[in-house]
């Protein structure tokens, strides 16, 4: 029932602005990945540096001011990692995974990016250059304040080689952020109501959220324990792929040099 409703309240909203947004609105899809850049402390160096990607999809409404400029608000799901991993990283040993076995599970996060879009008047043909720049809100509404984890690291090649064994506690330090967000944007215009886009944004964290924290031994000396820290803030690189639909009536013809956006 609550899904049917969530439905109902985008179709009457989209059915809204095709009355009265006379072409100023545009309404999208986006979907990518969050590569978290974490803080680690792990003087051993046998932690992978590269967490999980986080899946990130959710909606956004764009609003056309000008030729110049759009502002868009938007709402993602994406997640914090509560998973780490680590390999035998010594001279000749090597793993194929980059983020290692441990899996990609997450704490459920909401992401809600508040942006202006700068058309920068760069096009070639169908293409066009952007510049976007915002802030995000991180709510984590996931249940779990905590997760743990006891259990192997990733193997490495050649065989046989020292086995790890981790244990550890992902928790949540805070729920709620605001970062800011700088990236481009390029963008290909389909129809004059559809264009697709490619988005690389760089977002800055601003307080702790989750902290994986822990240690692991080696098999080849049982008694030593190597204890390391985690600490994600949001900071992270991104990459989006999105279809975006122009609502409403049309206020001009557009054509391919008096209209940058599109």
């Known amino acids: 029932m609550k899904s049917i409703i969530n439905v109902l309240i985008i179709i009457g909203f989209s059915a ?7 072409g100023k609105f545009s309404l999208g899809i986006d979907a990518g990945v969050r590569n978290e850049k974490a803080n680690f402390t792990d003087p051993k160096g046998y932690l992978f540096r590269n967490l999980h990607p986080s899946g990130t999809i959710g909606l956004g409404l764009t609003y056309d001011h000008n030729e110049r400029w759009d502002f868009e608000l938007a709402m993602y799901r994406t997640t914090f990692n509560t998973t780490v991993s680590a390999f035998y ?12 076995d441990n899996g990609g599970g997450g704490f459920a996060t909401l992401q809600v990016p508040l942006r202006a879009i700068y058309h920068t008047g760069l096009a070639y043909k169908r293409f066009s250059l952007h510049l976007t720049g915002g802030i995000i809100s991180f709510y984590q509404f996931d249940s779990r304040d905590w997760t743990g984890y006891f259990g192997s690291g990733t193997p490495v090649f050649p065989q046989p080689a020292p086995n ?22 390029i963008r290909y215009r389909l129809t004059s109501r559809f264009h697709l886009a490619y988005r690389f944004s760089g977002i800055l964290g601003t307080r702790d959220m989750v902290t994986n924290e822990g240690s692991y031994t080696v ?15 949001g900071t992270s690189l991104n990459h989006f792929l999105s279809i975006r639909y122009r609502l409403g009536r049309n206020e001009k013809k557009n054509s391919d040099i008096d209209y940058y956006g599109y």
């Not at 506690?169 to 944007?185: D, I, K």
């Not at 098999?219 to 803030?233: E, G, L, M, T, Y």
């Open 16 to 22: 809204f602005f095709q009355v009265n947004a006379q």
């Open 89 to 100: 990283n010594e001279p000749g040993f090597m793993s194929f995974s980059r983020y290692g």
């Open 164 to 185: 790890i064994g981790m244990e550890f506690e992902s928790r949540v330090l805070n729920r709620f952020s605001l970062v800011p967000e700088l990236g481009v944007e």
């Open 219 to 233: 098999s080849n000396a049982p008694d030593i324990i190597h204890n390391f820290k985690v600490v994600q803030r």
